[in-house]
């Protein structure tokens, strides 16, 4: 038997989150060296939450073969739109 996707706990960690709960925002200031051990934990400033996307690298097949050209899809031109209700009805026509 599988297990249901809501039950798997390595998906929290991967998605971006902006709101930080107070141990996180403590643990990214003394990544930064911006806490001191006195400081209170009551009124903690806010912290920019930066999510990077890195884009996927170019196949090797793709380099490979720069003399084929990539296919561009021909696109049939559009039918032409049937009049409007209020058109219709005001040239004596039945509204469709």
């Not at 798997?8 to 930080?20: E, Q, Y």
């Not at 806010?46 to 690298?57: F, L, R």
Request: proline share 7%; aromatic share 4%; hydrophobic share 30%.
């Amino acid at each position: 038997m599988s297990q249901h996707s809501s039950l798997r706990i390595s998906s929290v960690g991967k998605r971006h989150r902006n709101v930080f709960k107070r141990y996180e925002r403590i643990r990214k200031m003394t990544e930064t060296e911006r806490w001191g051990d006195r400081q209170s934990v009551y009124g903690l400033p806010k912290i920019k939450s930066i999510q990077i996307k890195v884009k996927k690298a170019k196949s090797e097949k793709a380099e490979a073969q720069p003399g084929q050209a990539a296919e561009i899809p021909t696109s049939a031109p559009a039918p032409a739109a049937p009049p409007k209700a209020k058109e219709a009805r005001a040239k004596g026509g039945k509204a469709a």
